[in-house]
């Protein structure tokens, strides 16, 4: 295994040694990380704040793990980036329920959840901003959707991308039965 995984498995493990709440204390510890408040981290931060940590890396290193992470391409991590490289891999059982969740949005069979998909399944038109006329049922429906679209909103939302959101919400959770339950829940499996 070469240094830059080495490291994030260090990472983790720190993390997952304290439950959920190593996780969500990410957000934390990224920020008091961020000394120069730019809401990212440069190599040399996250090199310093590994140190912290005792995890030890020279300056080419941390600037493996930081392109190694850096999904847009700035040269800097932001905190969905450092979230997104740290988090625990999903269970068996978690990624089943959510792939039976987006199949039920998925009414069309073709692998993406669109607008119209979502017509049949989630019912917008109690929503206070529908009933007040501020919005459209297309717009709540368009907005809802948008929670699970990658940065790149582009009005659809691929098994990988809803996958995304869920390892995200996952994380915060210590058991599967207790994800497998709030997504039963949520999704009325």
């Given at each position: 295994m070469d240094t830059v995984d080495a490291?994030?498995?260090?990472?983790?493990g720190q993390c997952l040694s304290r439950g959920a709440s190593g996780i969500q204390g990410l957000a934390r510890f990224f920020r008091r990380l961020?000394?120069?408040?730019?809401?990212?981290?440069?190599?040399?931060?996250?090199?310093?704040?590994?140190a912290e940590l005792g995890l030890a890396l020279d300056m080419a290193e941390a600037e493996g793990v930081c392109r190694r992470w850096d999904r847009d391409g700035s040269g800097t991590l932001d905190l969905e980036e450092f979230l997104r490289a740290l988090r625990p891999p999903m269970s068996q059982a978690r990624e089943a329920v959510i792939a039976a969740a987006f199949s039920k949005l998925d009414r069309s069979g073709d692998g993406v959840v669109t607008v119209d998909d979502?017509?049949?399944v989630y019912s917008c038109h109690?929503?206070?901003?529908?009933?007040?006329g501020e919005w459209t049922e297309e717009e709540v429906l368009r907005r809802f959707l948008d929670n699970f679209d990658s940065s790149e909103k582009d009005g659809q939302v691929t098994l990988a991308?809803?996958?995304d959101y869920y390892s995200g919400v996952s994380a915060s959770m210590?058991?599967?039965e207790e994800f497998v339950a709030m997504m039963t829940s949520a999704w009325r499996l």
């Amino acid at each position: 295994m070469d240094t830059v995984d080495a490291t994030v498995e260090r990472l983790r493990g720190q993390c997952l040694s304290r439950g959920a709440s190593g996780i969500q204390g990410l957000a934390r510890f990224f920020r008091r990380l961020d000394r120069d408040r730019s809401r990212s981290l440069d190599a040399r931060e996250l090199q310093q704040g590994l140190a912290e940590l005792g995890l030890a890396l020279d300056m080419a290193e941390a600037e493996g793990v930081c392109r190694r992470w850096d999904r847009d391409g700035s040269g800097t991590l932001d905190l969905e980036e450092f979230l997104r490289a740290l988090r625990p891999p999903m269970s068996q059982a978690r990624e089943a329920v959510i792939a039976a969740a987006f199949s039920k949005l998925d009414r069309s069979g073709d692998g993406v959840v669109t607008v119209d998909d979502l017509r049949g399944v989630y019912s917008c038109h109690a929503h206070p901003k529908v009933q007040s006329g501020e919005w459209t049922e297309e717009e709540v429906l368009r907005r809802f959707l948008d929670n699970f679209d990658s940065s790149e909103k582009d009005g659809q939302v691929t098994l990988a991308e809803f996958q995304d959101y869920y390892s995200g919400v996952s994380a915060s959770m210590d058991t599967d039965e207790e994800f497998v339950a709030m997504m039963t829940s949520a999704w009325r499996l």
